[in-house]
């Protein structure tokens, strides 16, 4: 072996051999500066967040305590489906949602990329756990990165550092999930303020379970403990171990008579998770906590039940939209500091701004770095600029939501973005009914991922950029695990739309708070307190079915939100059969039966 001396590189804090050796053969391939293990103490936040603010790339805010405002490189703003791969050693295990590459040839290119990728740079090696630390079987991973914003990102987003290297003893088993920015730097070249790679790659071993990144900064693409790991590795881990790994959020609602109830709920990136997940409920006697905004592993307990953990420990919220209105919560979040702010607009008195925050300030300096007043033809923040804020600190978190046996589901809902067709709420016959639901939901795509926006596509599960392996398989998965159970331990499964329009365009139900309304009747269903209505489709509400009590909306647009059209459900049927199609051979006979059942009732 060559003898190579890079500064931090001798003193690892752990004698774990295959850790060492990864870290060993990293920094010899990317040839940083120095070598630095991340512990995640105040002082070495202090000391990056210090370090980001000197080379321009945060700005620390007057208005709120320990936070800091970012704009990223224009051209790095969101995930890119384009360049995220399934590396499965058989391209039929990635199938047809996934790109795929055969992985050598993959981890060929990407070597190339790599190979002193991290000149001029620092590479740090962070060790983190998904999930609660004290779990049974800790969920540990290794992120190693050349960029501090990372670093700083994982402090909130993860458990990391000391607390999680702790657990990793000499031989504990760990996804490594390698991050670079791609922007070496020369002795004296000066630093831009966004270093990223024209060249991305988001790339997934799924066999090895090894995740390599390349040329991003932008959150979903570099924070590896979050989509690449807790949904796109997970979910292979998941179907291999008999569990879920869904891009679903965690509520705990609380009714009147004071009995509890969680819900997981999966909605497309940018369609809904963080608000409902921090609800305000509008009626009366109705409590909300949350335990989770993104994503849920779902588990058998051993009373047939299904539990949910969320494994991450911060929000990246989408910010605008957001304010005292729509998600008060959200807000009070933010407002107590130790939070990033990326791409939204910052404010001539140090806090930050953005679209829905109601009257704009007169000046701002926006996203992209430029003047900004209220008569500028560009947004002030992008679509997809976010938030950073940690759970810990937001006033409804549930007190269970750090609890490693996780919480009982009794509802799960499945939710999309569609001006048309689908209503508000829908309830499913059952499990498989429900996983047709979920198989063949469908939503407009959002500035979550680069590409045009308001696009309807399906999206399983809300998990079509997130399924690690082939999405027939996954299909098969949920159906299976829904055999497993008694089918009254199961979660009962919704559909909703809270973004239904009416003719002039216009949102034809309220949502935010008001989504409440729809969380009592679904409990009340299971208790069997409410009613519904049976439509080819499922059980469908109608307005007098609901508590509207106090909605200040006409009941023709509830009306409007709840309709079930048979001419517009007639027109999906061929967009599910190509979406069958697509998938191909590996879609369950259950769920071609669902279809042929639905096109009968349709008649
Ligand atoms: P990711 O973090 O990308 O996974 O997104 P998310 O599913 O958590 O979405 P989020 O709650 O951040 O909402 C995204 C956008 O939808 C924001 O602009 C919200 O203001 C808007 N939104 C959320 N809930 C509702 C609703 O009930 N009705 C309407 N009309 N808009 C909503
Ligand atoms: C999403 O896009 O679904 C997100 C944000 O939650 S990211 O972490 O970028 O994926
Ligand atoms: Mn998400």
């Not at 890079?6 to 850790?19: C, F, K, M, S, V």
């Not at 009373?303 to 919560?329: I, K, M, Q, S, W």
Request: aromatic share 10%; proline share 7%; net charge negative.
């Amino acid at each position: 072996m060559t003898a190579v001396t890079i500064p931090g590189l001798e003193q690892a804090p752990t004698n774990h051999a295959r850790l060492l050796a990864w870290v060993q053969e990293v920094a010899e391939l990317t040839c940083p500066d120095e070598v630095v293990w991340a512990d995640g103490s105040q002082g070495e936040w202090d000391r990056l967040t210090q370090k980001l603010v000197d080379a321009g790339t945060f700005v620390p805010l007057k208005k709120k305590p320990n936070s800091f405002w970012a704009a990223s490189d224009p051209s790095d703003v969101a995930r890119v489906e384009e360049r995220t791969y399934i590396c499965s050693v058989r391209e039929e295990d990635a199938g047809a949602t996934n790109n795929w590459m055969d992985p050598s040839e993959m981890k060929a290119i990407m070597t190339e990329l790599y190979r002193g990728c991290m000149r001029g740079r620092t590479m740090y090696v962070i060790p983190f756990c998904m999930g609660p630390l004290d779990a049974e079987k800790p969920m540990l991973g290794v992120e190693i990165t050349d960029s501090e914003y990372v670093v700083v990102s994982m402090h909130i987003m993860t458990r990391m550092g000391t607390k999680a290297l702790a657990l990793f003893g000499e031989d504990a088993d760990f996804v490594p999930a390698l991050h670079s920015l791609g922007a070496p730097l020369e002795p004296g070249q000066e630093d831009v303020q966004w270093p990223c790679n024209e060249t991305k790659y988001i790339s997934h071993f799924p066999e090895t379970r090894e995740i390599w990144s390349f040329g991003s900064g932008y959150g979903g693409n570099a924070l590896l403990g979050k989509k690449c790991y807790s949904l796109r590795i997970a979910s292979v881990m998941a179907r291999d171990e008999g569990w879920l790994a869904e891009h679903m959020l965690i509520l705990k609602l609380t009714s009147p008579e004071n009995k509890a109830y969680y819900i997981a709920a999966a909605f497309p990136s940018a369609c809904g998770k963080t608000n409902l997940a921090m609800l305000e409920p509008t009626i009366p006697g109705w409590k909300v906590e949350t335990l989770g905004d993104d994503i849920a592993w779902m588990r058998f307990g051993e009373d047939g039940r299904l539990y949910a953990v969320n494994p991450e420990n911060g929000f990246f919220g989408v910010a605008p939209g957001t304010d005292y209105h729509t998600n008060p919560n959200a807000m009070r979040t933010i407002a107590k500091g130790n939070s990033l702010f990326t791409n939204v607009a910052l404010t001539d008195d140090g806090d930050v701004w953005w679209e829905g925050m109601g009257e704009p300030p007169a000046h701002l300096t926006s996203w992209k770095k430029q003047d900004w007043t209220p008569d500028s033809e560009e947004l002030s923040s992008h679509p997809n600029s976010r938030y950073c804020t940690p759970i810990e600190q937001c006033d409804i978190k549930a007190p269970e939501w750090d609890d490693p046996k996780g919480v009982p589901i009794s509802a799960i809902f499945f939710g999309g973005r569609r001006a048309t067709t689908i209503p508000l709420v829908t309830e499913s016959r059952d499990w498989q009914h429900g996983t047709f639901m979920g198989a063949t939901l469908s939503s407009e795509t959002t500035a979550a991922a680069v590409g045009k926006t308001g696009v309807v596509r399906r999206d399983p599960m809300a998990m079509l950029p997130f399924i690690g392996y082939n999405a027939g398989d996954y299909f098969q998965h949920w159906v299976d695990l829904g055999k497993r159970a008694d089918a009254d331990k199961l979660p009962k499964i919704f559909y909703v739309n809270w973004f239904r329009r009416g003719d002039d365009k216009r949102f034809l139900w309220p949502g935010f708070g008001e989504n409440s309304r729809i969380l009592k009747w679904a409990i009340e269903r299971i208790e069997g307190k409410s009613a519904a209505t049976e439509t080819p489709i499922g059980y469908i509400p109608t307005a007098a079915d609901l508590d509207l009590e106090g909605l200040d909306a006409p009941v023709e647009d509830i009306e409007a939100a709840l309709e079930f059209n048979a001419d517009e459900w007639r027109a999906e049927i061929p967009l599910v059969e190509e979406w069958f199609a697509k998938i191909g051979d590996k879609v369950p006979t259950t769920l071609r039966d669902q279809l042929e059942t639905l096109k009968q009732r349709l008649g």
